[in-house]
């Protein structure tokens, strides 16, 4: 199983032997030795409906740069985590290597200058 880990160098895969715990999670999507509050960015925006994207509640904040743009036109800023939900959005899971696929094809990057 898997998460997807989005930032100005790309798109990373880490494989993952059981799920993330929040602080965990806070800690990808936070700044350097600072964790975040954790924002579920979106729900739609991958054609597996099942796909979320995460990031810092507090981006604008923390001033961080544009990383990624969803399928909706919406602008994610810094570290962006990816995971999976079950059907009643409640909890967070992994991804399958076929949702990983899915997410590097449909998620569009911003490059920084």
């Known amino acids: 199983m898997?998460?997807?880990?989005?930032?100005?160098n790309g798109i990373e895969v880490r494989?993952?032997?059981?799920?993330?715990?929040?602080?965990?999670m806070q800690n990808l999507v936070g700044v350097e030795n600072e964790s975040a509050y954790i924002e579920v960015a979106s729900y739609k925006s991958f054609s597996d409906k099942s796909i979320t994207l995460i990031c810092d509640d507090e981006f604008l904040l923390k001033n961080q740069n544009p990383t990624c743009l969803t399928a909706e036109g919406?602008?994610?800023?810094?570290?962006?985590?990816?995971?999976?939900?079950?059907?009643?959005?409640?909890d967070f899971g992994l991804l399958t290597l076929r949702q990983t696929e899915i997410v590097k094809t449909e998620i569009r990057l911003i490059r920084g200058k």
């Open 2 to 8: 898997f998460y997807v880990l989005i930032n100005s």
């Open 15 to 24: 494989e993952a032997k059981e799920m993330l715990t929040l602080k965990e």
């Open 74 to 90: 919406n602008v994610i800023h810094g570290q962006v985590l990816v995971l999976g939900t079950n059907k009643s959005k409640e």
